[in-house]
């Protein structure tokens, strides 16, 4: 009995951390090569894309569920720390606006930026998933006099 425990509890482990482990998304050359068509300089490490471009956020693409997890992150100030309610009024205020993306504030109190793809890759319908998000851009644009302060 106590085996058959310690065995299930392995085996629900092992399966966790196969799941919670970082990898690229599912088609990552397909889709490096589409982020390049629309302007991005990408480039592939073991956890994730990497996606940079001169006009629009730098994001990080990897696998999630059925599908892939796009994120953008913002270092955050000295301030931010010090003024802490303020930041999350803030980021609330970035989720309320927002078009493709939810916002928050992860351990370190850094910004991050999410936006979920489902399923799997098909140019058109990821065309239309990176424009929405690209949309974030103008939200933070929006609040930049304010975010300004909380960020590095």
């Known amino acids: 009995m106590r085996l058959t425990k310690i065995l299930t509890l392995f085996i629900t482990l092992f399966l966790t951390l196969q799941f919670a482990q970082a990898r690229p998304p599912e088609n990552a050359t397909q889709i490096m090569e589409h982020l390049e068509i629309l302007g991005y300089d990408v480039n592939m490490d073991t956890k994730h894309i990497k996606a940079r471009h001169k006009k629009y956020l730098n ?4 696998k999630y569920r059925d599908g892939i ?19 999350l ?23 991050r930026i999410e936006g979920y793809y489902p399923g799997p890759y098909h140019k058109k319908n990821f065309t239309a998933f990176i424009d929405t998000f690209n949309l974030e851009k103008a939200n933070l644009s929006d609040k930049l006099d304010t975010l300004k302060k909380f960020l590095k």
Not at 91 to 96: E, I
């Open 89 to 111: 009024r803030l980021v609330n205020k970035l989720n309320r606006d927002a078009a493709a993306a939810r916002y928050y504030v992860d351990k370190q109190g850094d910004l």
């Open 69 to 87: 997890l796009v994120t953008a992150f913002f270092g955050s100030s000295k301030y931010a720390a010090a003024h802490r309610d303020a930041y």
């Open 59 to 62: 994001i990080f693409l990897k």
